[in-house]
């Protein structure tokens, strides 16, 4: 069966020429009406100049994501060669962790396709049609490159329904007993692949996690703090760490792990943070060490006005709440909101707040999780590092 072949608007030619990796549909010449998403087709420009390959898809309004721009035969050699290249990179730039994200779609020449390495485990996210119907195989070249304990499916990412799929979950090889646990810096982590938040952990902040550490002093809080990737390494440091989070699941975790860890100076809060920061001004509380993490506060462009109020609250109460010489270490993980516009916010919460504040650092993901130039959604992580004079 030949391959099909979809010609794309002169629009489309130039997105494609400034390296962009998606074509939405209105930039397609024609849909293609016998196609039901997940294939891999040729792509031409209105005269069947040859541009290239992409995964098609239906039911988003993004129909072609990039593959290759070459003739290729997009195969088990191909996806092989794929996922080798993506996890070189991460054995290059941190040759000492045994936690990294080895593929991060787009941004590794890989759309709609994500995983985690935990040690000896991968954790998995098939988001597109095109990832879905290789489930299989890419499990396989998955098990044949890393040899990993288990690999767990964590499919059950809303977005997925964008793509007409339903969210879904389990394991996909091997055998889970019990919590996977890994390593970031001198602090153990222990993570239920099955039931924790996205696809166990948040991967993106390790780097920063370990930064803290060498931020951290006295008395410490740390906001929204999941399984206490942040507390922890505060922990290290500081005299007592306060760790604020919404969830009982995760509270849980955080205490499971301080204790796995031997850190007796970590208390877990289960609360509403936003609460918790208004309480502990009213009752006149201060700290030295803030650590500010909270979830996307704007899914979509229109919500970007009431995602940057939320920020500028809790960001502004941090800065009340800390003594002289204090740090704030402030992330926001929405590409709707760029480092630009975070530090605007910030800026204007440090004047409400009365406050002088320095920069020391301004951060982004970790290596493992490459921005593509041409892609701004792939540079959705910042976190910066404030002293509070
Ligand atoms: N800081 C964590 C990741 C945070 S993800 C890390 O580095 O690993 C955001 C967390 O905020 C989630 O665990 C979520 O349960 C929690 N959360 C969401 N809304 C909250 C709220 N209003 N108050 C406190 N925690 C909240």
């Known amino acids: 069966?030949?391959?099909?072949?979809?010609?794309?608007?002169?629009?489309?030619?130039?997105?494609?020429?400034?390296?962009?990796?998606?074509?939405?549909?209105?930039?397609?010449?024609?849909?293609?009406?016998?196609?039901?998403?997940?294939?891999?087709?040729?792509?031409?420009?209105?005269?069947?100049?040859f541009l290239g390959q992409a995964f098609f898809s239906r039911d988003s309004k993004i129909s072609l994501r990039w593959l290759s721009w070459t003739d290729e035969a997009v195969d088990d050699d191909f996806f092989r060669a794929r996922l080798a290249t993506a996890d070189a990179l991460r054995r290059r730039a941190l040759p000492d962790e045994t936690a990294y994200r080895v593929v991060h779609g787009e941004a590794d020449l890989l759309p709609g396709l994500v995983v985690d390495r935990f040690g000896d485990f991968l954790s998995v996210q098939f988001l597109h049609k095109a990832t879905e119907q290789r489930k299989a195989a890419l499990t396989r070249l998955l098990v044949e490159h890393f040899q990993p304990r288990a690999i767990v499916n964590r499919s059950d990412a809303n977005v997925r329904r964008l793509e007409g799929l339903e969210p879904e979950k389990g394991v996909l090889h091997g055998a889970l007993s019990g919590p996977a646990t890994y390593r970031e810096g001198h602090i153990t982590l222990e993570v239920d692949l099955l039931t924790g938040q996205k696809t166990g952990a948040f991967l993106d902040q390790r780097d920063n996690h370990v930064m803290a550490s060498e931020w951290a002093h006295g008395e410490a809080l740390d906001c929204f703090s999941y399984a206490g990737g942040f507390a922890l390494q505060l922990a290290l440091k500081a005299r007592a760490v306060t760790a604020v989070e919404i969830s009982e699941a995760a509270c849980a975790q955080i205490e499971a792990n301080a204790k796995r860890n031997a850190l007796g100076n970590v208390t877990a809060v289960a609360a509403n943070a936003f609460d918790f920061l208004r309480d502990a001004l009213d009752e006149g509380k201060r700290y030295d060490t803030i650590v500010l993490d909270p979830p996307s506060f704007a899914k979509n462009k229109s919500a970007v006005q009431a995602a940057a109020r939320g920020y500028k609250e809790i960001n502004l109460r941090a800065m009340q709440l800390l003594n002289p010489g204090g740090v704030l270490i402030s992330a926001s993980c929405t590409h709707h909101i760029d480092e630009a516009r975070f530090e605007e916010m910030l800026d204007s919460a440090a004047a409400d707040a009365k406050r002088r504040v320095q920069i020391l650092e301004k951060r982004g993901a970790g290596k493992d999780h490459p921005v593509l130039l041409s892609l701004r959604e792939t540079r959705y992580l910042k976190c910066f590092v404030l002293r509070v004079l």
């Open 1 to 49: 069966m030949s391959q099909p072949t979809i010609r794309i608007t002169r629009k489309g030619v130039d997105r494609w020429k400034a390296g962009h990796p998606w074509i939405y549909e209105a930039d397609l010449e024609q849909k293609p009406a016998a196609l039901e998403g997940g294939e891999v087709v040729r792509v031409e420009d209105g005269r069947g100049y």
